[in-house]
């Protein structure tokens, strides 16, 4: 069966200061990994796609890279506006989350 | 400007009423989904829909059923609400990708149901 297990629950970081996220998967045939920011009252919003082991995606002060079995969502010198829920999935399995709480 | 496009933010129902939920995408993409999202449960997925006409039950389907007469459209029916299915709805969209590659999907501002 397949699973997506996220760690931590729960982050807190000051600002500035950086953390990585962790997404431990296990899929027959990866077919695509996704990573989703939610917002508290909306739906996910895309951000990044990884879809074989040693690839990395970067998106301003976000950072995701892919290995056989995890996913991690590095986030350098985090901004309060970085608050918020992220979500890991494969093709329609998801993640229960991290919630990133940044304080300034 | 891609959008998917839940009827309700909000709805308020009765223990035995049918609701109704319904999902626009403005895409034309090929498959379309609905979650549930409870605190601590994350996403999970009711059914999803891969083409007009075509369904398929997900983890949790028990209490619901879908329809997709039009490839625009995929709406949820509660057949008969109950209180445990209070929650938050996520309806989704996806092109259906190259090569069995999977795209991203793109996701309505969902609908929280409450059922008393």
């Known amino acids: 069966e397949d699973q997506v297990t996220q760690s931590p629950e729960a982050l807190r970081l000051q600002e500035g200061e950086s953390s990585s996220l962790n997404c431990s998967y296990t899929?027959?045939?990866?077919?695509?990994l996704f990573w989703y920011r939610q917002d508290p009252g909306k739906g996910p919003e895309f951000l990044f796609t990884l879809y074989s082991a040693g690839e990395e995606k970067e998106k301003e002060r976000l950072k995701a890279t892919l290995t056989k079995k995890e996913s991690f969502l590095h986030i350098t010198a985090p901004k309060p506006e970085d608050s918020a829920t992220y979500l890991c999935a494969t093709e329609l399995i998801f993640g229960t989350g991290t919630r990133l709480q940044v304080f300034p | 400007d891609v959008k998917v496009t839940q009827s309700s933010r909000y709805l308020v129902k009765r223990t035995g009423e049918k609701v109704f939920l319904e999902c626009v995408q403005d895409m034309d993409h090929e498959n379309m989904f609905w979650y549930r999202q409870d605190p601590g449960l994350g996403l999970r997925l009711i059914y999803f829909?891969?083409?007009?006409?075509?369904?398929e039950k997900g983890d949790i389907p028990e209490g619901y059923s879908v329809s997709r007469e039009k490839k625009e459209r995929f709406s949820l029916i509660l057949e008969s609400a109950s209180t445990n299915q209070t929650s938050m709805y996520l309806c989704a969209s996806r092109t259906g990708g190259a090569a069995g590659w999977n795209t991203e999907a793109f996701f309505g501002q969902g609908t929280r149901l409450t059922v008393v």
């Open positions: 829909s891969y083409d007009v006409k075509m369904k």
């Open positions: 899929v027959s045939g990866l077919r695509g």
